[in-house]
């Protein structure tokens, strides 16, 4: 099977230091926790920031500083910025995307979250593909419905995604796509009736972390972990870094015998730009 890209997903919007306190909340912090991440076989960076009080934040000076920081620690590691909902509202969700990072996340419709709607109005799907595309930046699908599996190939195929597609599953949020075995399967068969040359990774939320890690390694596709999504090792244990998370992931690369993809063969793999 070809080699396994990992993602980090570093902080989010949620997690804070009262949840467990290895979540880095500042520059300095998010610097060094991705680049030990990056030590143990992540080439994505998948990013978010914060304000000093740990809400959310969607403010471009500090993505860049964010930027320019991993790059010089990690140089061709992937830079994927989130523009997702919880950071701010309308086009001030995109309002990073012209610091060109490598990546962002893309979420092409709604759905129900723990305590609100997640929305993603058509129009703002639109904007933000269109701001993607006019910066090269490449789109992650975040598919939190099989909806949104159907909904990206339809903007593949009429021009608003262009290239090939990178389809992430989103599974186990509360009140959204649980953890589902046979959902799961039903998800890489439609990928790959709908767009057979897209590439597909997984993230599960919480404890399912690591049940998507095997499941998505197991089945030749791409993992993310970190902890955006899962702050605990176990029922009973938090988790101690992003990178140790990150390792678990590289384990069972080595227990399926697939390599981990370095960053070269990742931006290979995901038709990036050189670095």
């Known amino acids: 099977m070809t080699p396994c890209i990992l993602c980090v997903a570093i902080t989010g919007s949620v997690p804070t230091k009262a949840a467990n306190p290895a979540v880095p909340i500042t520059i300095s912090e998010q610097i060094e926790s991705t680049h030990a991440a990056y030590e143990a076989g992540a080439s994505i960076c998948h990013a978010h920031v914060r304000n000093d009080d740990e809400t959310p934040s969607s403010d471009p000076d500090k993505f860049a500083a964010l930027q ?24 001030e969700r995109g309002g990073m ?6 990546m962002a996340s893309l979420s092409v419709g709604s759905n129900n979250f723990p305590t ?13 593909a269109s701001e993607m595309q006019v910066y090269d930046v490449k789109p992650e699908i975040e598919c939190f419905d099989l909806s949104h599996i159907h909904k990206a190939a339809e903007m593949n195929r009429d021009g608003r995604i ?8 989103v599974m186990g949020v509360k009140n959204a796509m649980p ?19 897209a590439l597909w990774c997984a993230a599960g939320v919480g404890p399912n ?3 998507l890690n095997d499941w998505a390694i197991a089945a030749g596709g791409h993992a993310r972990a970190g902890l955006e999504d899962n702050v605990r090792w176990d029922k009973t244990t938090l988790a101690p870094s992003n990178a140790a998370l990150i390792q678990r992931a590289a384990d069972l690369c080595e227990k399926y015998e ?6 070269a063969e990742a931006r290979q793999m ?5 670095v």
């Open 68 to 91: 320019e920081g991993i790059k010089t620690h990690c140089p061709d590691m992937i830079m994927q910025f989130s523009t997702g909902g919880r950071s701010g509202a309308g086009h």
């Open 116 to 128: 609100r709607v997640y929305e993603n109005p058509p129009q703002l799907v639109d904007w933000l």
């Open 162 to 169: 262009k290239g090939q597609l990178y389809i992430q599953f």
């Open 209 to 211: 972390q690591i049940i």
């Open 97 to 102: 995307l012209s610091l060109r990072p490598d």
């Open 258 to 263: 697939r390599a981990v993809a370095t960053p």
């Open 179 to 197: 953890a589902d075995r046979e959902t799961f399967d039903f998800y890489i068969k439609t990928v790959q009736r709908l767009a057979p040359d």
């Open 270 to 274: 995901l038709g990036l730009r050189p």
